[in-house]
């Protein structure tokens, strides 16, 4: 066996955040031993404040779910050895995909954004992203969260300054393209298949990817020759990552690569 504290692990951010949001996250790991990367989205290698002055037709609104799958997979196959992958939210649906064309070593998706398939859960999260991107559909490319529903929505948990201050900080224009091809067969998991060491983690207070969803999509690997794992993390919201209490969670991701790579 093969130390775990010898891997790489590249963290696959969400939707509307800079790859930034990582930095705590980075820090933590490499304290453990571990080499730890948080590469940015494609056309998102610049700071908030600059992404944020962009126009809504900049290259960032032609962002699409396969691009980057292609460009994840261009940066892992430059790698030693195959890393750990960490993906949130949009990033662990990403994450998903990844395991499924046999790039990862392991991975772990928190919150992670359901792949095709049929669910109750999965259409109120459909609703949700309706909801909350009323104008997903229209002519503009790129789209920008308000802090009415970052505060309210996607990181309810934690107190206004910390809302105010992460949401200066890390809040980003995102690709009405990218979320469209949710929608598209490209997001299918073949659950049946054998796959590597899988650990989905949810947070309880997370209204956008409830943890019955979350749920799902752990219960949907059929495949009894592989391992995947389960985790509820409580009173936390969908930016998990961010929160006041983030080691916790990470703490739980620790122990569990531990555990697979001991």
């Keep these: 066996m093969y130390r775990s504290n010898t891997k790489t692990i590249v963290f696959i951010s969400g939707a509307f955040v800079s790859h930034h949001y990582w930095e705590q996250w ?9 080499k730890a990367v948080a590469p940015p989205w494609l056309h998102k290698n610049d700071t908030a404040e600059n992404l944020r002055k962009q126009n809504l037709n900049s290259k960032t ?8 799958l292609c460009y994840y997979k261009e940066i ?3 790698l030693p050895e195959k890393p750990i992958l960490i993906g949130h939210s949009y990033g662990g649906l990403i994450v998903q995909l990844l395991i499924q064309q046999d790039l990862a070593s392991a991975g772990i998706c928190i919150n992670s954004f359901p792949p095709a398939g049929c669910t109750v859960s999965k259409c109120s999260f459909y609703k949700n992203i309706f909801r909350f991107s009323y104008s997903l559909f229209s002519d503009k ?11 309210h929505v996607y990181f309810n948990t934690n107190s206004a300054e910390k809302q105010k201050t992460t949401y200066e900080k890390f809040l980003i224009p995102e690709s009405k393209r990218a979320f469209r091809d949710l929608f598209l067969e490209n997001t ?3 659950f049946k298949r054998k796959h590597v060491p899988l650990f989905f983690i949810s947070a309880s207070e997370d209204k956008i990817i ?10 949907k690997y059929k495949n009894f020759h592989s391992l995947t794992c389960y985790r509820e993390v409580r009173n936390k919201s969908h930016f998990v990552i961010l929160d006041c209490q983030w080691e916790e969670t990470a703490q739980h991701s620790s122990q569990w690569l531990k555990k697979i790579f001991s």
Excluded: D, H, M, P
Aim: charged letters at 25%.
């Design 26 to 34: 980075i820090v933590f790991f490499e304290s453990k031993g571990y």
């Design 61 to 68: 609104g032609a962002i699409r779910l396969s691009e980057l």
């Design 76 to 78: 892992i196959e430059i």
């Design 141 to 151: 490319k790129t789209f920008f969260l308000s802090f009415k529903k970052w505060q």
């Design 188 to 190: 299918t998991i073949n």
């Design 210 to 219: 409830s943890s019955k969803l979350v749920y799902w999509n752990f219960r």
